[in-house]
């Protein structure tokens, strides 16, 4: 595979202490990490002269808005089995193309061409697929088995 190729309430007891309940928990709305729901992957190894690909989908959510959604496939034996991918280790990930899907929602698209030789020299077996979420105030989720895959 190419190398492109991876979430309060307080109740006042009279009404001034709910409202100042109130506005706490706005505030701390726009604190929520970014939330990944129905993340899907979909490898199509190449066939002929035809490329395969890999396509990866999620649903982020954050109250703040989505700022970045970036996307890294890593193969399950590999040394990034052994350490735990961290935030830093996403930055040269690739980014997902997203389109708004909802309120606070947006609906994440990674799509990468596998060339025969890509597909030659990847690990067979077992992938995952890595997602870091950055939300518009800053906050972000690492999931870095957003969703698996196989090659065959």
Known sequence: MSRRV???VAAGVVSLGGAAAGAFALAHA???????????????????????????????????????????????????AEKSLTAKDMAAAQPAACRPSGQDTVRCTYTAEVSTADAESSPRGAWHVAVLAT??????????????????
């Open 30 to 80: 726009g604190e929520q990490t970014p939330t990944l729901a129905h993340s899907t992957a979909r490898y199509t190894a190449p066939d002929g002269d035809r490329d395969g690909s890999l396509t990866f989908v999620t649903d982020v959510t954050a109250p703040s808005g989505v700022k970045s959604v970036k996307v890294l496939a890593w193969p399950q034996n590999s040394s990034l």
């Open 6 to 8: 991876a979430l309060a």
């Open 135 to 152: 939300a518009q105030d800053g906050t972000t989720t690492l999931d870095t088995e957003a969703a698996d895959f196989t090659v065959r």
